[in-house]
Antibody, heavy 124, light 107 residues
């Protein structure tokens, strides 16, 4: 059974930092791209960013709204994905989901497994 | 960034109805589109990938079609468990983007 379990969500003040983790099991974690997607309360889904696998040199992509403030990384030896969030803003308040970016080819890619999410409230 | 516009934003329907949700891309994306279902308090669930391929385990009453800029998700006969919010998503280029969602409610 595939499991993605996020942790680290907590109340943080504007300007603060927080690190989220996602522990994966049931998949060959190292083979796959991994992504973070967030959802503000009562709002839609917003892609945050991606880290590719070792074959793609662990390169990353980010949404414009978080670029320069958030860093996505992974530790394949621990089957873990991370999201370092810096300079947090009130508008970063959301549930953060980790998800597997399953890419069968350069033109076929989708999010097939999701964690339950972890809430990050940003408030003073 | 490629924008995805879903219509309608909300929809009321009855069990047994046939329902169609559309997703329009701001530029051509070939078939690099997926559809997700999300129920309150839960993560999204993949329904359709590559515009028309049914994800394993998803009931066959769900189907997807379209290419380039115009896509549809069809539920052939609504079941009680289908009342949820549906999102389209494109993978053609970064940033990956989602539609704003279509909320499907019970009439």
């Amino acid at each position: 059974e595939v499991q993605l379990v996020e942790s680290g969500g907590d109340l943080v003040q504007p300007g603060g930092s927080l690190r989220l983790s996602c522990a994966a099991s049931g998949i060959t974690f190292s083979d796959h791209y991994m992504d973070w997607v967030r959802q503000a309360p009562g709002k839609g889904l917003e892609w945050v960013g991606r880290v590719r696998n070792k074959a793609k040199s662990y390169t990353t992509e980010y949404a414009a709204s978080v670029k320069g403030r958030f860093i996505i990384s992974r530790d394949d030896s621990k089957n873990s994905l991370y999201l370092q969030m810096n300079s947090l803003k009130i508008e970063d308040t959301a549930v953060y989901f980790c998800t597997r970016g399953y890419c069968r080819s350069t033109t076929s890619c989708y999010f097939d497994y999701w964690g339950q999410g972890t809430l990050v409230p940003v408030s003073s | 960034a490629i924008q995805l516009t879903q219509s309608p934003s909300s929809l009321s329907a009855s069990v047994g109805d046939r329902v169609t949700i559309t997703c329009r891309a701001s530029q051509g994306i070939s078939n690099t589109l997926a559809w997700y279902q999300q129920k309150s308090g839960k993560p999204p669930k993949l329904l359709i990938y590559d515009a028309s391929s049914l994800q394993s385990g998803v009931p066959s009453r769900f189907s997807g079609s379209g290419s380039e800029t115009d896509f549809t998700l069809t539920i052939s006969s609504l079941q009680p468990e289908d009342f949820a919010t549906y999102y389209c998503q494109q993978f053609k280029s970064y940033p990956i983007t989602f539609g704003q969602g279509t909320r499907l409610e019970i009439k």
